[in-house]
């Protein structure tokens, strides 16, 4: 059975390089934003986020033969610290009414050397000792997360400047 080739891309460039580091007790999501605002960064990408947190909050697909694309996303699952935060990526969108979107994934460890993973969600993610970021900044894209039909999720859907 041949599978199908779908893409929506567009073309743009990386801009500036924004490091920082979010103190102890600060929200992921709300530091994350605040260095995007702080710099002027609309769109963006995150290269590194390491560190450590005192509580992890975040979601994992399961399998929902009712939903339109088979799967639905679990429970909040929460976790108590100390978490070892090693791996963060993300990217950095609006809404179609300019509010930040932030649809990051991560990696981290339990107390008991257990790896742990998922989608993070927007609250619930509390700094222990430090979090350091590397943000990249893109230009010439409009990076907006969307209500998508097809799969009735609110996905990434990138568009040049001028098709805005």
């Known amino acids: 059975m041949k599978t199908?080739?779908?893409?929506?891309?567009?073309?743009?460039?990386?801009?500036?390089?924004?490091?920082?580091?979010?103190?102890?007790?600060?929200?992921?999501?709300?530091?994350?934003i605040e260095m995007c605002k702080r710099h002027n960064v609309k769109y963006g990408y995150i290269n590194c986020a390491i560190g450590s947190l005192e509580k992890a909050s975040f979601v994992s697909p399961i399998t929902n033969k009712e939903s339109k694309i088979g799967i639905s996303y679990c429970s909040k699952i929460e976790m108590k610290g100390p978490i070892?935060?090693?791996?963060?990526?993300?990217?950095?969108?609006?809404?179609?009414?300019?509010?930040?979107?932030?649809?990051?994934?991560?990696?981290?460890?339990?107390?008991?050397?257990?790896?742990?993973g998922g989608?993070?969600?927007a609250t619930g993610n509390i700094v222990l000792a430090t979090l350091d970021v590397v943000i990249t900044e893109v230009v010439d894209v409009k990076m907006l997360r969307v209500y998508d039909e097809e799969t009735g999720f609110t996905q990434f859907c990138p568009k040049t400047m001028e098709a805005v």
């Open 119 to 121: 989608h993070m969600l």
């Open 84 to 116: 070892e935060f090693f791996g963060e990526q993300g990217i950095i969108c609006q809404s179609e009414d300019d509010q930040y979107l932030l649809h990051l994934h991560g990696s981290f460890s339990t107390e008991d050397m257990k790896i742990w």
């Open 4 to 32: 199908q080739c779908r893409v929506n891309s567009v073309e743009g460039k990386s801009g500036r390089v924004i490091t920082g580091r979010l103190l102890p007790g600060s929200e992921m999501f709300e530091g994350i």
